[in-house]
């Protein structure tokens, strides 16, 4: 959202500034949302030039669509459910025809990297609260043995990436507003983990303002708008609003690599992935794993006649969430893990002008200041914050792949303290992960319980250890952890 309210240095009183807040202020209260003007007269010059900048950021035109779409109660539908089918995919490769497309998928992805082609963007604008860790989700320790970071963790696979195709790779990371300032510390104080600082981007998810369920924009604090993040999809129209966009092409990038911090076991800028996504001639590519069952609370990839989308599990019916084919398998068990890849071209295409993806909306309890300026203390969720998908993105794009990856080898998320997707789950699967790759080679764990760890430095996958400890004859070397 652009501004259009400009204030003076110190809060002047130029007569240009004075009709601009005029103006500003009779906006305002033609569109109805004069009730957030009643704590203005209490505000110093700075604060008050401060909080009028707030309020011509904000597209009133677009803010009235959305709230007129939420009012109507229409649920965002991206794909006709009564035409949906499953998607086309790439499986898992099980036959010699499946080894061969793979194997001319890694040799396309390469080519890709070693010319610098290609650059990571990792979505990390979280912080690591419900893990009950203080500080950006990227802080919180995942390596088995060296306590290394989810930051580290993935910073270190750009790094190997970048010396095993000896190609200027950069990666990008979306912050947020409440943990921009934490992460850039930590990156620093670590010293990029090893990346040269230019080729660590940060960029800040952008903000939409927050609604009652009147669609009456909130007070958070006199000077302030109830704000809430726009959502992953916030991260495409922000790599065009901060002019990253602009800098890739300039460094003949062509694509983005997409996933979320949360996951340590994502191969970054695998080649395999990208060279599907090469061959295809594809616009946006996604990664799926096969649900648990039914139940499991995930996104599905499903197509509409020509139309690839995801339908998130609240919004598919049951018959066709509990469907199986002739082989038993769930009909729509291609579950969305939030690994992409994305043409630059494609992200230009979806952002410029405004970001092109529908708006979703979310219930929220949010405390709030009256029209007498008291707070309120909602004892419900009174709160309306908008939010964009970028899986969204897909079906816009002309030409769309979907491939198959494996739950235990890629997709381990830390989202929970305990259970499911905690980081009791992700070092279980880590272990295991390692534990496997290892005896592959040849070698025997012994115990247990043994503690592993193997750094993306050291191997991205298992036929790069492999190759490494059959090199060197024994496992030993750099970034190879055993306890």
């Not at 270190?156 to 990666?171: E, M």
């Not at 230019?198 to 903000?207: A, I, K, N, T, Y």
């Not at 816009?396 to 009791?424: I, L």
Request: with cysteine; proline share 5%.
């Amino acid at each position: 959202m652009s501004g259009t309210y400009k204030g003076c240095e110190g809060g002047g009183g130029s007569a240009g500034s004075v009709e601009a807040e005029r103006e500003l202020l009779e906006r305002y209260r033609a569109a109805g949302q004069g009730q957030v003007l009643c704590c203005l007269d209490q505000l110093d010059a700075n604060r008050r030039t401060a909080f009028l900048d707030q309020l011509g950021a904000v597209d009133l035109d677009q803010l009235a669509r959305f709230t007129a779409e939420m009012k109507a109660g229409r649920p965002v539908a991206t794909l006709d459910l009564a035409r949906l089918e499953p998607p086309r995919f790439i499986p898992l490769p099980a036959t010699p025809g499946g080894v061969r497309k793979r194997n001319r998928a890694i040799r396309a992805g390469e080519e890709l990297l070693r010319a610098g082609q290609a650059a990571a963007l990792v979505v990390a604008g979280g912080q690591g609260t419900r893990l009950g860790h203080e500080g950006p989700k990227g802080t919180f320790p995942v390596g088995p043995v060296s306590g290394c970071s989810l930051f580290e963790w993935h910073l270190s696979k750009v790094l190997a990436t970048r010396r095993r195709y000896g190609a200027r790779i950069p990666i990008l990371i979306l912050t947020s507003r409440v943990n921009h300032e934490q992460t850039a510390a930590y990156l620093e104080r670590h010293g990029w983990f090893g990346l040269p600082h230019e080729d660590v981007l940060l960029f800040q998810q952008g903000l939409l303002p927050a609604v009652d369920r009147e669609g009456r924009l909130l007070l958070a604090a006199p000077d302030s708008l109830a704000w809430s993040p726009d959502g992953h999809g916030g991260s495409l129209s922000a790599l065009h609003r901060e002019g990253i966009l602009d800098q890739l092409e300039a460094r003949g990038i062509l694509h983005l690599f997409y996933f979320q911090v949360d996951n340590p076991l994502v191969r970054v800028l695998e080649p395999e992935f990208l060279g599907h996504h090469l061959l295809a001639g594809s616009q946006m590519s996604s990664k799926f794993v096969s649900k648990r069952d039914a139940s499991e609370k995930v996104g599905v990839f499903a197509r509409a006649g020509r139309r690839l989308g995801v339908v998130e599990y609240s919004d598919l019916p049951d018959e066709l969430a509990t469907a199986r084919d002739e082989q038993g398998e769930l009909l729509y068990r291609a579950g969305n893990v939030a690994i992409h890849v994305l043409e630059v071209a494609f992200i230009r295409e979806l952002t410029e002008g405004g970001l092109k993806l529908p708006i979703h909306c979310a219930s929220k309890a949010v405390p709030y200041l009256d029209e007498n300026g008291r707070r309120v203390e909602p004892e419900g969720k009174n709160c309306v914050k908008f939010e964009t998908f970028v899986f969204d993105a897909l079906p816009r794009a002309r030409r769309t792949v979907v491939v198959e990856a494996s739950r235990a080898e890629e997709f381990s998320p830390v989202k929970n303290a305990t259970g499911v997707d905690s980081p009791e789950t992700t070092r279980a699967d880590l272990l295991r992960l390692f534990r496997g790759w290892i005896e592959a080679a040849g070698f025997e764990v012994g115990a247990e319980d043994a503690v592993l760890e193997i750094s993306p430095l050291f191997a991205q996958d298992r036929e790069e250890f492999q190759a490494r400890v059959r090199k060197a004859g024994q496992i030993c070397g750099e970034r190879l952890y055993l306890a």
